[in-house]
């Protein structure tokens, strides 16, 4: 069965600095990884797929990375903003998805 | 366009009585998946449908979780006899192809509530 872990569970930093936020999987054996956003209350937005044949994939100012020997997976956020503040959720898809458990940011004004 | 859609937003009902929850995913997409998020457990999945045929099940709790999908759209997950553990956010999400597909991507609903007193 598919582990996911997420670290840190939660994250603070001041507007403008840059987020990394990691993950970890046990299982290899994936067709893709989805970074997905969470707002309280409300369903999960994609941010970003990487193919299981993908080192990196981006979008604006979002940048995730994927080492699938090595069964990790970073997501950078640069210049972080306050709007940036949600919970962050990898998920490995075998063709369903295995979620970490989040990490929630928190971006200061 | 629009994008996956579930009804109602927010349930609750007594211990004991049946609930349905309605998900109406994304136009063209074959692929429709069920997932349960708890504050115990975090984000589960539940089960999978292709077309109107749901090939992996392994994900429901037990046997008072059900699911259909009619038409190739639109799914019903049925709890019946609705106990407190079951109080949670049921999430569905929809995929343009699904059945393992490097580029396959799950767009989700804004989920059902539950609550079960």
């Known amino acids: 069965k598919q582990e996911v872990t997420q670290i840190p569970a939660a994250l603070s930093v001041p507007e403008g600095e840059n987020l990394v936020l990691n993950c970890s999987f046990t299982d290899s054996a994936i067709y893709n990884l989805q970074w997905f956003r969470q707002d309280p209350g409300k369903g999960l937005t994609s941010l970003l797929l990487i193919q299981s044949s993908q080192r990196e994939q981006t979008s604006g100012r979002l940048n995730a990375s994927l080492d699938k020997s090595s069964g990790r997976s970073t997501l950078y956020i640069a210049a972080s903003q306050p709007g940036d503040s949600a919970t962050y959720l990898c998920?490995?898809?075998?063709?369903?998805?295995?979620f970490g458990a989040g990490t929630t940011v928190t971006v200061r004004a | 366009g629009a994008g996956v859609s579930q009804s109602p937003s927010n349930k609750v009902t007594e211990k004991g009585k049946d609930v349905e929850l309605r998900c109406d995913p994304i136009s063209g997409h074959t692929a429709l998946y069920w997932y349960r998020q708890s504050l115990g457990q975090g984000l589960e999945f539940l089960i999978y449908?292709?077309?109107?045929?749901?090939?992996?099940k392994s994900g429901l709790p037990s046997d008072r979780f059900s699911a259909e999908r009619t038409g190739g759209s639109v799914s019903t997950l049925t709890i019946q006899r609705t106990q407190q553990e079951d109080s949670a956010v049921y999430l569905c999400?929809?995929?343009?192809?699904?059945?393992?597909?490097?580029?396959?991507?799950?767009?989700f609903g804004p989920g059902t509530r539950l609550t079960v007193l």
């Open positions: 998920a490995t898809n075998d063709y369903k998805l295995s």
């Open positions: 999400a929809s995929s343009l192809e699904g059945g393992g597909r490097y580029t396959d991507t799950q767009y």
């Open positions: 449908f292709q077309g109107n045929s749901a090939p992996d």
